[in-house]
T-cell receptor, first 115, second 118 residues
Framework: SQQGEEDPQALSIQEGENATMNCSYK?????LQWYRQNSGRGLVHLIL?????REKHSGRLRVTLDTSKKSSSLLITASRAADTASYFCATAANAGGTSYGKLTFGQGTILTVHP | DGGITQSPKYLFRKEGQNVTLSCEQNLNHDAMYWYRQDPGQGLRLIYYSQIVNDFQKGDIAEGYSVSREKKESFPLTVTSAQKNPTAFYLC?????????????????FGAGSRLTVL
């Protein structure tokens, strides 16, 4: 099964509103990343948060990580129509004390921002 | 500009045919990956390569093959053994595979190749 599970599967909001997407995972991780995918295109890396970090900001993006609950959230503030895309979380697992970079992706959240 | 180039963007295949998807990167990245994406789904790992002349099976390798003869190239062959090959295929690369430094496993993706079996 997928390491990351995202919630909600789809989110529809108006421009200017905030969008929050959640990701849950099952195993111990080294880092968690968020990616964006415009329809029919490749994914673009947005932000990485390490397992010893609790919150990270990048422009209008805010990511939180709760390793005790094995969950993360991505907040996009003051959303724009151009933010319309699918958003995926991806985790890099710790493997027996040695960390490797293979990422496991969640199913994604489809965000629609209406003008 | 540095990046990953996938070709072709669209490919149609008749049942029983093998097809090869090209992936080239000029980022000088050590690790490369192939993912498959089905409609409304997340990405599933087909194969990955930590370094040139090395590759490992991912979660759904059956019916696929790869090679890594050059650092910049990681072609994927979809064989006739793949029962349901119609999908969107994404190639990616990262600086490294082992997390000896932060961000080494941040992926850069190509634009994807859409394969349709007729």
């Amino acid at each position: 099964s997928q390491q990351g599970e995202e919630d909600p599967q789809a989110l529809s909001i108006q421009e200017g509103e905030n969008a929050t997407m959640n990701c849950s995972y099952k195993t111990s991780i080294n880092n968690l990343q968020w990616y964006r995918q415009n329809s029919g295109r490749g994914l673009v890396h947005l932000i990485l948060i390490r397992s010893n970090e609790r919150e990270k900001h990048s422009g209008r993006l805010r990511v939180t990580l709760d390793t005790s609950k094995k969950s993360s959230s991505l907040l996009i503030t003051a959303s724009r129509a151009a933010d319309t895309a699918s958003y995926f979380c991806a985790t890099a697992a710790n493997a027996g004390g040695t960390s490797y970079g293979k990422l496991t992706f969640g199913q994604g959240t489809i965000l629609t921002v209406h003008p | 500009d540095g990046g990953i180039t996938q070709s072709p963007k669209y490919l149609f295949r008749k049942e029983g045919q093998n097809v090869t998807l090209s992936c080239e990167q000029n980022l000088n990245h050590d690790a490369m990956y192939w993912y498959r994406q089905d409609p409304g789904q997340g990405l599933r790992l087909i194969y990955y390569s930590q370094i040139v002349n090395d590759f490992q099976k991912g979660d759904i390798a059956e019916g696929y093959s790869v090679s890594r003869e050059k650092k910049e190239s990681f072609p994927l062959t979809v064989t006739s053994a793949q029962k349901n090959p119609t999908a969107f295929y994404l190639c990616a690369s990262s600086e490294g595979f082992w997390l000896d430094r932060s961000g080494a496993n941040v992926l850069t993706f190509g634009a994807g190749s859409r394969l349709t079996v007729l």
